[in-house]
Protein backbone atom coordinates (compact mmCIF):
# COMPACT_ATOMS: atom_id res chain seq x y z
CA UNK A 1 0.00 0.00 0.00
CA UNK A 2 2.24 3.00 -1.32
CA UNK A 3 0.76 5.73 -1.41
CA UNK A 4 0.04 7.69 -4.79
CA UNK A 5 3.26 10.45 -5.69
CA UNK A 6 1.57 13.97 -6.33
CA UNK A 7 3.52 17.07 -6.60
CA UNK A 8 3.90 19.08 -3.07
CA UNK A 9 2.45 22.22 -4.71
CA UNK A 10 1.27 23.86 -8.37
CA UNK A 11 0.44 27.49 -8.68
CA UNK A 12 -0.83 29.39 -11.88
CA UNK A 13 -2.84 32.89 -12.16
CA UNK A 14 -6.38 33.63 -12.34
CA UNK A 15 -7.87 32.48 -15.59
CA UNK A 16 -4.81 29.75 -16.25
CA UNK A 17 -5.04 26.46 -16.36
CA UNK A 18 -2.94 24.11 -14.03
CA UNK A 19 -2.38 19.82 -14.21
CA UNK A 20 -2.12 17.67 -11.12
CA UNK A 21 -1.05 14.36 -11.73
CA UNK A 22 -0.99 11.46 -9.62
CA UNK A 23 0.96 8.22 -10.42
CA UNK A 24 0.33 5.26 -8.98
CA UNK A 25 1.15 1.12 -10.20
CA UNK A 26 -0.63 -1.26 -12.35
CA UNK A 27 -2.67 -2.03 -9.78
CA UNK A 28 -4.19 0.69 -8.66
CA UNK A 29 -4.21 4.08 -10.95
CA UNK A 30 -3.66 1.88 -13.65
CA UNK A 31 -6.67 -0.10 -13.42
CA UNK A 32 -9.57 0.78 -14.63
CA UNK A 33 -11.64 3.64 -13.78
CA UNK A 34 -11.00 3.55 -10.01
CA UNK A 35 -9.13 7.16 -9.62
CA UNK A 36 -11.20 10.38 -7.69
CA UNK A 37 -9.88 13.55 -6.79
CA UNK A 38 -11.09 15.90 -3.30
CA UNK A 39 -10.85 19.39 -2.94
CA UNK A 40 -9.89 20.76 0.96
CA UNK A 41 -9.79 23.61 1.99
CA UNK A 42 -8.27 24.85 5.10
CA UNK A 43 -10.64 23.27 8.40
CA UNK A 44 -12.90 21.72 6.19
CA UNK A 45 -13.77 17.92 5.22
CA UNK A 46 -12.74 17.03 1.76
CA UNK A 47 -14.97 17.43 -1.03
CA UNK A 48 -15.66 15.05 -4.48
CA UNK A 49 -14.14 16.52 -7.40
CA UNK A 50 -14.13 13.46 -10.12
CA UNK A 51 -14.63 10.23 -9.55
CA UNK A 52 -14.33 7.07 -11.81
CA UNK A 53 -11.26 9.17 -13.36
CA UNK A 54 -13.00 11.88 -15.38
CA UNK A 55 -16.86 12.01 -13.99
CA UNK A 56 -17.87 15.52 -12.15
CA UNK A 57 -20.52 14.99 -9.17
CA UNK A 58 -23.71 16.77 -9.87
CA UNK A 59 -22.77 20.84 -8.70
CA UNK A 60 -19.12 20.44 -9.44
CA UNK A 61 -17.73 22.89 -11.97
CA UNK A 62 -17.04 21.87 -15.67
CA UNK A 63 -13.66 23.78 -15.00
CA UNK A 64 -12.84 20.65 -12.95
CA UNK A 65 -12.03 17.73 -15.57
CA UNK A 66 -9.63 14.19 -15.30
CA UNK A 67 -7.80 11.87 -17.09
CA UNK A 68 -5.94 9.15 -17.30
CA UNK A 69 -2.75 7.72 -19.36
CA UNK A 70 -1.19 4.44 -18.00
CA UNK A 71 -0.23 4.92 -14.29
CA UNK A 72 -0.90 8.37 -13.92
CA UNK A 73 -4.45 10.09 -13.80
CA UNK A 74 -4.70 14.01 -13.94
CA UNK A 75 -7.00 16.70 -12.73
CA UNK A 76 -7.04 19.93 -14.98
CA UNK A 77 -8.30 23.21 -13.76
CA UNK A 78 -9.39 25.50 -16.40
CA UNK A 79 -9.73 29.25 -15.59
CA UNK A 80 -8.36 29.45 -12.29
CA UNK A 81 -10.75 31.16 -9.80
CA UNK A 82 -9.45 32.45 -6.23
CA UNK A 83 -11.73 30.25 -4.76
CA UNK A 84 -9.35 27.36 -5.88
CA UNK A 85 -6.85 27.64 -4.11
CA UNK A 86 -6.74 24.18 -1.66
CA UNK A 87 -5.22 20.81 -1.37
CA UNK A 88 -6.06 18.52 -3.71
CA UNK A 89 -5.64 14.67 -3.44
CA UNK A 90 -6.22 11.94 -5.78
CA UNK A 91 -7.32 8.30 -4.30
CA UNK A 92 -7.39 5.54 -5.84
CA UNK A 93 -9.50 1.90 -4.96
CA UNK A 94 -6.72 -1.15 -5.16
CA UNK A 95 -7.98 -4.02 -4.21
CA UNK A 96 -10.13 -5.67 -1.72
CA UNK A 97 -11.91 -3.06 0.04
CA UNK A 98 -8.65 -1.27 0.44
CA UNK A 99 -8.23 2.41 -1.10
CA UNK A 100 -4.87 4.86 -1.53
CA UNK A 101 -4.63 8.69 -1.56
CA UNK A 102 -1.71 10.41 -3.05
CA UNK A 103 0.39 12.81 -0.60
CA UNK A 104 -2.20 15.71 -1.67
CA UNK A 105 -0.96 19.14 -4.09
CA UNK A 106 -1.34 22.68 -2.91
CA UNK A 107 -2.40 24.93 -5.19
CA UNK A 108 -1.99 28.34 -5.24
CA UNK A 109 -3.59 30.98 -7.19
CA UNK A 110 -1.29 33.94 -7.82
CA UNK B 1 -29.58 15.81 3.33
CA UNK B 2 -26.68 13.66 4.02
CA UNK B 3 -25.36 13.83 7.30
CA UNK B 4 -22.16 12.03 8.99
CA UNK B 5 -21.17 12.97 12.34
CA UNK B 6 -18.47 11.60 13.97
CA UNK B 7 -17.79 11.35 17.88
CA UNK B 8 -15.88 9.17 20.60
CA UNK B 9 -12.29 11.04 20.00
CA UNK B 10 -10.80 12.50 23.13
CA UNK B 11 -7.08 12.01 24.48
CA UNK B 12 -5.57 8.08 25.04
CA UNK B 13 -2.49 7.24 26.37
CA UNK B 14 -0.15 5.06 24.16
CA UNK B 15 -1.08 1.73 24.23
CA UNK B 16 -4.18 2.55 24.98
CA UNK B 17 -7.99 1.93 23.28
CA UNK B 18 -10.50 4.00 21.86
CA UNK B 19 -13.64 3.16 20.08
CA UNK B 20 -15.01 5.87 16.96
CA UNK B 21 -18.47 5.71 16.06
CA UNK B 22 -20.27 7.81 13.29
CA UNK B 23 -23.85 8.14 13.06
CA UNK B 24 -25.07 8.43 9.67
CA UNK B 25 -28.48 10.20 8.71
CA UNK B 26 -30.60 11.41 5.12
CA UNK B 27 -29.94 8.19 3.33
CA UNK B 28 -30.32 4.58 2.78
CA UNK B 29 -27.46 2.88 5.02
CA UNK B 30 -27.01 0.00 4.19
CA UNK B 31 -27.34 0.54 0.56
CA UNK B 32 -23.32 1.76 0.58
CA UNK B 33 -20.05 1.15 1.97
CA UNK B 34 -18.07 3.48 4.56
CA UNK B 35 -14.94 4.21 5.41
CA UNK B 36 -12.34 6.12 7.72
CA UNK B 37 -10.05 8.19 6.26
CA UNK B 38 -7.67 10.27 8.57
CA UNK B 39 -5.63 13.26 8.47
CA UNK B 40 -2.68 13.97 10.79
CA UNK B 41 -2.30 17.73 11.72
CA UNK B 42 -0.99 19.65 8.83
CA UNK B 43 -0.63 16.33 7.09
CA UNK B 44 -2.56 14.31 4.00
CA UNK B 45 -5.30 12.38 3.97
CA UNK B 46 -4.97 8.68 4.84
CA UNK B 47 -7.16 5.72 4.35
CA UNK B 48 -7.62 3.87 7.57
CA UNK B 49 -10.35 1.35 7.02
CA UNK B 50 -13.27 -0.08 4.86
CA UNK B 51 -16.27 -2.04 5.03
CA UNK B 52 -19.00 -3.03 2.61
CA UNK B 53 -22.94 -2.35 2.92
CA UNK B 54 -23.59 -5.65 4.93
CA UNK B 55 -20.31 -5.59 6.96
CA UNK B 56 -18.42 -8.86 5.34
CA UNK B 57 -15.94 -7.47 3.54
CA UNK B 58 -13.66 -5.01 5.38
CA UNK B 59 -10.11 -3.46 4.46
CA UNK B 60 -7.14 -1.97 6.77
CA UNK B 61 -4.03 -0.17 5.89
CA UNK B 62 -1.27 -1.81 6.65
CA UNK B 63 -0.15 1.30 9.39
CA UNK B 64 -3.16 -0.27 11.54
CA UNK B 65 -3.88 -3.56 10.19
CA UNK B 66 -4.30 -6.21 13.33
CA UNK B 67 -4.94 -2.73 15.64
CA UNK B 68 -7.95 -1.91 14.59
CA UNK B 69 -11.38 -3.01 13.55
CA UNK B 70 -14.48 -1.45 11.40
CA UNK B 71 -18.08 -2.94 12.13
CA UNK B 72 -21.54 -1.66 11.60
CA UNK B 73 -24.95 -1.81 12.83
CA UNK B 74 -27.50 -0.81 9.97
CA UNK B 75 -30.09 -1.09 12.43
CA UNK B 76 -28.58 2.07 13.93
CA UNK B 77 -26.97 3.20 10.97
CA UNK B 78 -23.87 3.70 12.70
CA UNK B 79 -20.28 2.87 11.71
CA UNK B 80 -17.76 2.22 14.29
CA UNK B 81 -13.57 1.65 14.53
CA UNK B 82 -12.11 0.19 17.18
CA UNK B 83 -8.34 1.25 18.03
CA UNK B 84 -6.61 -0.57 20.66
CA UNK B 85 -2.61 -0.58 21.21
CA UNK B 86 -2.61 3.50 19.81
CA UNK B 87 0.62 4.90 18.73
CA UNK B 88 1.45 8.34 18.71
CA UNK B 89 1.77 8.41 14.72
CA UNK B 90 -2.15 7.45 15.33
CA UNK B 91 -3.27 10.87 16.22
CA UNK B 92 -5.30 12.32 13.47
CA UNK B 93 -8.54 13.73 13.03
CA UNK B 94 -10.36 10.91 11.83
CA UNK B 95 -13.30 11.47 9.12
CA UNK B 96 -16.07 8.86 7.91
CA UNK B 97 -16.90 9.05 4.51
CA UNK B 98 -19.84 7.18 2.63
CA UNK B 99 -18.05 4.87 -0.56
CA UNK B 100 -20.42 5.28 -4.02
CA UNK B 101 -18.72 2.64 -5.63
CA UNK B 102 -14.66 3.57 -4.97
CA UNK B 103 -15.29 7.09 -4.45
CA UNK B 104 -16.29 9.10 -1.16
CA UNK B 105 -18.91 11.23 -2.08
CA UNK B 106 -19.94 12.47 1.44
CA UNK B 107 -17.74 13.25 4.84
CA UNK B 108 -17.73 13.93 8.21
CA UNK B 109 -16.61 16.91 9.75
CA UNK B 110 -14.01 14.27 11.66
CA UNK B 111 -13.31 13.56 14.91
CA UNK B 112 -9.91 14.31 16.69
CA UNK B 113 -7.96 11.11 18.50
CA UNK B 114 -4.79 12.60 20.07
CA UNK B 115 -2.44 10.03 21.97
CA UNK B 116 -0.23 11.80 24.67
CA UNK B 117 1.55 10.32 27.66
Known amino acids: QSALTQPASVSGSPGQSITISCTGTSSDVGSDNLVSWYQQHPGKAPKLMIY???KRPSGVSNRFSGSKSGKTASLTISGLQAEDEADYYC??????????FGGGTKLTVL | EVQLVESGGGVVRPGGSLRLSCAASGFTFDDYGMSWVRQAPGKGLEWVSGINWHGGGTGYADSVKGRFTISRDNAKNSLYLQMNSLRAEDAALYHCARADHVAFDYWGQGILVTVSS
Open chain 1, 52 to 54: EGS
Open chain 1, 91 to 100: CSYASSFTWV
